[in-house]
């Protein structure tokens, strides 16, 4: 079938009041046959999710029992229906409700309409328009985004203050998809009512019951989703925005471990606790993320997004050996003999021409919660990063970049193995930026085990003092453009109110050939 390319300029510019007119006119619509009480209504916002040149996922929440329906086209006035789909949403999942969109047209602005249905009656509620960018053909460029941590240190929504401010700042900048680095929600940091500042004025945030006191229940860790979509720009953002979704420690505990983190409720049959169990559910119930399969509630996985690139999303918490990366025996690991047999072997299969390893923790960053322990040659956790290194040396792959947030300020880490205790491994660069919307904190230390060099971070200073306020404007996300040609790749780190802090063009190299660099203050 023929289709029609959708203008970009007006998507991009249109589109949400062309949306927020369409409801408009679903609710004054046949007024005769019911009243909007009897309707399905969409509780929140709507998000899509791991699109690839052909396919997308697309989420949504009812208010009551219902069943979604979901149209696209690639023409705003869907006078051409490209795919459809429908599926309930029922209370085991808490009315939530998410699809598969398969045979999508590679390389074309996709809108996409979700309503819901009564199950008994199929009257039908509100529409609302979304809309997604299938991955490129060759020759097209890609823009995309990075960041996490949302909703953190009790830091909510303050409407006096613009609510998620960098929502509406990454959406003014029109990317192709964002990666979220992890910390969607904390759920283990009630939203208090009000904060002091450390200028005397007072931080005033919408509150939930769900989000009063750290989560224990699954609808406490749903109710921390939820309240992520009270905040418009949120809202704004995902409906236009695919996300790449993973996870770190906040959407179960801070520095959660598979065998270290537990409450009261205490460990299923599995040996798995209940705490984990509950909130993962959580998770993939309000995440625009795609079935795995082979394993139900996987995190880790490969995104396919045109051939200049393949995203490969990977899960540093749920394989990891304890909470802390200590111990005499000098044993660890943090992704596990599955994942990072998964992850060298479709490392190695890839033909794009970049590869992104988003990674919800650093590599170089000293923390016992994560990787680098301190100066010297790998010892727990770092063995299997330097097994990662030398197999992507050996297989000749270049290219690859690691993008991650967590830290709560944002750096440029340059890993140069003339500079490293392990020198078994080809350059590379690892770029961290966040929060989204969380407190700030000051740059942290690196260790020599691989070389990392700071060539740019920006965070907290001393006379500011730890975790402050998203108001002080310390909020970051990064932003990858590779361009369709010739293939380079500019990273530029970027924050609240838009401005360019640092960036560095990045050359595309043959295999065998170690990465060329341009910098640019």
């Not at 590779?482 to 990045?506: A, E, F, P, Q, Y």
Request: hydrophobic share 40%; proline share 6%; net charge negative.
């Amino acid at each position: 079938m023929a289709t029609l390319r959708a203008p970009r300029a007006w998507t991009r510019r249109q589109f949400l009041v062309r949306s927020a007119s369409s409801l408009a006119i679903a609710s004054l619509a046949k007024p005769s046959i019911s009243r909007a009480a009897d309707r399905p209504q969409i509780a929140g916002g709507i998000q899509s999710g791991d699109v690839s040149d052909g396919s997308a996922v697309i989420w949504a929440r009812a208010d009551r029992p219902a069943r979604m329906l979901v149209e696209c086209s690639t023409v705003e006035s869907f006078k051409t229906i490209i795919a459809s789909a429908s599926g309930d949403a029922l209370p085991d999942a808490d009315f939530t409700s998410k699809l598969l969109l398969t045979d999508l047209p590679p390389g074309q602005d996709v809108f996409y309409r979700v309503r819901f249905a009564d199950v008994a009656t199929g009257l039908a509620g509100e529409s609302r328009l979304g809309h997604f960018r299938t991955a490129p053909v060759a020759g097209q460029s890609i823009s995309f985004l990075w960041s996490g941590d949302t909703a953190g240190q009790g830091w909510g929504i303050d409407v006096s203050r613009g609510g998620y401010r960098s929502y509406r700042t990454m959406l003014d900048n029109r990317p192709d998809f964002f990666i979220h680095s992890g910390d969607h929600i904390y759920a283990d940091c009630p939203i208090p009512s009000e904060l002091k500042l450390p200028n005397g004025e007072t931080w005033r945030n919408v509150v939930t019951e769900e989000k009063s006191e750290v989560a224990h229940t699954l609808a406490q860790f749903r109710g921390n989703y939820k309240y992520n979509h009270l905040d418009q720009h949120f809202r704004a953002f995902h409906a236009e925005v695919p996300m790449f979704a993973q996870w770190d420690d906040h959407e179960v505990t801070n520095d959660w471990s598979p065998i270290g983190s537990h409450d009261d409720a205490g460990y299923a049959d599995d040996g798995t606790p209940r705490l984990v169990a509950r909130a993962r559910r959580a998770f993939f119930d309000f995440m625009p993320i795609r079935d795995i399969g082979a394993r139900q509630g996987r995190v880790y996985r490969k995104i396919a997004y045109g051939p200049l690139l393949d995203v490969f999303m990977i899960d540093m918490r749920s394989f990891r050996d304890e909470t802390w990366n200590k111990g005499a025996d000098h044993r660890g690991w943090i992704l596990g003999t599955e994942q990072l047999a998964w992850l060298k072997r479709e490392l190695a299969a890839s033909r794009a021409t970049w590869k992104v390893i988003a990674a919800d923790l650093p590599i170089g960053l000293i923390s016992l919660d994560a990787v680098a322990l301190g100066n010297g040659p790998p010892d727990r956790r770092e063995h299997e990063i330097a097994d990662l290194l030398s197999s992507i040396k050996r297989s000749g792959i270049r290219n690859i970049v690691w993008l991650t947030a967590d830290m709560h300020y944002t750096a440029a880490h340059y890993y140069d193995p003339n500079k490293a205790q392990f020198q078994d491994f080809e350059p590379f660069w690892e770029f961290v930026s966040g929060p989204l919307h969380a407190g700030s904190w000051a740059p942290g230390e690196l260790d020599d085990t691989f070389g990392p060099v700071a060539m740019y971070q920006q965070g907290c200073s001393a006379a500011q003092g730890e975790n402050l306020a998203p108001c002080f404007g310390l909020q970051f996300f990064g932003r990858v453009d590779i361009d369709g040609r010739s293939g380079v790749m500019t990273v530029t780190l970027k924050d609240v109110d838009n401005r360019h802090l640092w960036s560095v063009d990045i050359v595309p190299q043959p295999q065998g050939r170690p990465a060329v660099v341009a910098q640019h203050s």
